[in-house]
């Protein structure tokens, strides 16, 4: 090959170097660019961007806003709420009160006794009052005195209610005095439960019959507004 032959190939070799060069050059300036683009911006950018955010916080007349409708809230949901307890308080305070009735007479006639339940503060001695709510105390009455005495046996004890719970019976009938054969003798008795927090709507009534069962009624306006004045 001649002089001419060889210079044109090693132009050629040439260009073509040169063309790889600058295509290798490109790639990796376009991903550069790339990478910068999707990288984090730099502190100062970061930084600077915090500046022009600044922080938000409530304004006076947002956090009136809130406490207004909190206190309209609170004025409608107590009144309910007061309701509810009070309704509850008196319906377990009946439940327990027919529990222990139940529980007297089942001894009575189990044993062959005579039991008596009767009102009691101290759960030591019987209580000569119509009111309930203080605590009371089933017995045997082994001496037929209607009294918790040293010979009687104690059956169950139930101290005072919640505050605000009232119940009211009779006081021509302030124990209850259950015979061997299951009876309660005389004409029924009926206690009056309520609760000073649900009001007349919390009213409840047991009834011992003569017979010596235990059933609900419905408390009388008179019976109600006497309970209501003894919870207070």
């Known amino acids: 090959m001649d002089g001419a032959g060889q210079s044109n190939q090693w132009n050629r070799a040439r260009w073509q170097g040169l063309f790889l060069q600058a295509g290798t050059l490109s790639r990796h300036r376009r991903a550069t ?27 006076l ?23 509810l307890v009070g309704n509850t308080r008196s319906t377990t305070a009946r ?18 006794r005579h039991v008596v339940l009767c009102p009691s503060a101290n759960q030591q001695v019987c209580d000569d009052g119509e009111q309930w709510q203080h605590g009371w105390v089933a017995f045997v009455d082994a001496d037929h005195d209607r009294e918790l005495g040293a010979g ?18 009779s006081s021509a009938r302030s124990r209850i005095n259950y015979q061997p054969d299951g009876s309660a003798g005389g004409s029924n008795a009926t206690l009056t439960i309520c609760d000073r927090s649900g009001g007349a709507a919390s009213a409840r009534t047991l009834v011992i019959s003569a017979s010596g069962r235990v059933r609900y009624g419905t408390a009388s306006p ?11």
Do not use: K, Y
């Open 222 to 232: 008179a019976h109600i507004a006497q309970c209501l004045a003894v919870a207070g």
């Open 95 to 112: 439940l327990t009160l027919a529990g222990a009735f139940n529980t007297a007479r089942i001894s009575a006639v189990s044993q062959g």
């Open 33 to 59: 660019t790339a990478t910068r683009s999707m990288g984090t911006p730099p502190l100062q950018d970061a930084a600077a961007m915090c500046q022009r955010q600044p922080p938000r916080g409530f304004t």
């Open 61 to 83: 007349v947002e956090l009136m806003c809130v406490l207004v409708l909190a206190a309209v809230l609170a004025g409608v949901a107590l009144p309910s709420f007061g309701g």
């Open 152 to 169: 009687d046996t104690v059956l169950t004890l139930q101290q005072a209610l919640p505050a605000g719970t009232a119940v009211v019976g």
